[in-house]
T-cell receptor, first 115, second 115 residues
Framework: AQSVAQPEDQVNVAEGNPLTVKCTYS??????LFWYVQYPNRGLQFLLK??????LVKGSYGFEAEFNKSQTSFHLKKPSALVSDSALYFC?????????????FGSGTKLNVKP | EAGVVQSPRYKIIEKKQPVAFWCNPI?????LYWYRQNLGQGPELLIR????????DSQLPKDRFSAERLKGVDSTLKIQPAELGDSAVYLC?????????????FGPGTRLTVT
C-alpha cells in the first residue's frame, strides 16, 4: 500500500539555523515525491518534486530535498531558516506503478522559526 | 494567471442540511481533484476528474456526497445531508495536461462547520 509518514508533528528552529523536515514513504513502484507548504487559511503551494535523476532537488524559496532510495526518505531542507518559513509542510507521493494521478499526503509538520 | 478559485470560503450549517462547494480550476487544466482535509491531517482525495469524467471516486461517500464537472471546467461538490463528522476544509486542486508527473495547484479551500 502507498503511504507517506511525517514523523514529527512540529519542528522548532531558530532563524538563521538550518532546518530539516522529515518524510518517509512506501510505494510499490518508483516513487514520485513532492513537498507542499500551507500558510494559514491558504491552499497548499508546491515547493519541489523528485521524479528521477539527481537525488538533491532544489525548489522554491531556497528549499531543497534529498531523495534517499535505500532509506525511502525525502527530507526537506533549508540551509538558513527565516521567520517567514513558519508554516505547515506536507510531503506527498505518487506511486509510479500505477498510471493515474493519485497522490498520498502525509499528516503534515508544523515548522516554527523563532527570531 | 488566476489561481484555482473556490467558493464559499467559509460555511456554517446545521446537521442534516445540504451544502455545496464550487471550484473553478486554472484555465486549461484538465485534471481536477477534490480533497478533504481534517484538522491536523493531510488532504485525502475524494474524487478526481480527467476532463468531465470521474476517474477515481473510490473515497467519495456516495450515500451523501456527489460531484459533477459539467463541460470539463467548473466543478461542484455537494453533501446532502451533512453530518457533524463532515466538518473539515474541502480543497480543490487542478493540474495541466501533459505526459510528465505534474504537480497540483490548490485553491484556498472551503472551511465547513456542521453544528
Amino acid at each position: 500500500a502507498q503511504s507517506v509518514a511525517q514523523p514529527e508533528d512540529q519542528v522548532n528552529v531558530a532563524e538563521g539555523n538550518p532546518l530539516t523536515v522529515k518524510c518517509t514513504y512506501s510505494v510499490s513502484g518508483n516513487p514520485y515525491l513532492f513537498w507542499y507548504v500551507q500558510y494559514p487559511n491558504r491552499g497548499l503551494q508546491f515547493l519541489l518534486k523528485y521524479i528521477t535523476g539527481d537525488n538533491l532537488v532544489k525548489g522554491s524559496y531556497g528549499f531543497e530535498a534529498e531523495f534517499n532510495k535505500s532509506q525511502t526518505s525525502f527530507h526537506l531542507k533549508k540551509p538558513s531558516a527565516l521567520v517567514s518559513d513558519s508554516a505547515l509542510y506536507f510531503c506527498a507521493v505518487r506511486d509510479g506503478a500505477y498510471n493515474f494521478n493519485k497522490f498520498y499526503f502525509g499528516s503534515g509538520t508544523k515548522l516554527n522559526v523563532k527570531p | 494567471e488566476a489561481g484555482v478559485v473556490q467558493s464559499p470560503r467559509y460555511k456554517i450549517i446545521e446537521k442534516k442540511q445540504p451544502v455545496a462547494f464550487w471550484c473553478n480550476p486554472i484555465s486549461g487544466h484538465n485534471t481536477l481533484y477534490w480533497y478533504r482535509q481534517n484538522l491536523g491531517q493531510g488532504p485525502e482525495l475524494l474524487i478526481r476528474y480527467e476532463n468531465e469524467e470521474a476517474v477515481d471516486d473510490s473515497q467519495l461517500p456516495k450515500d451523501r456526497f456527489s460531484a459533477e464537472r459539467l463541460k470539463g471546467v467548473d466543478s461542484t461538490l455537494k453533501i446532502q445531508p451533512a453530518e457533524l463528522g463532515d466538518s473539515a476544509v474541502y480543497l480543490c486542486a487542478s493540474s495541466p495536461p501533459g505526459l510528465g508527473i505534474l504537480e497540483q495547484y490548490f485553491g484556498p479551500g472551503t472551511r465547513l462547520t456542521v453544528t
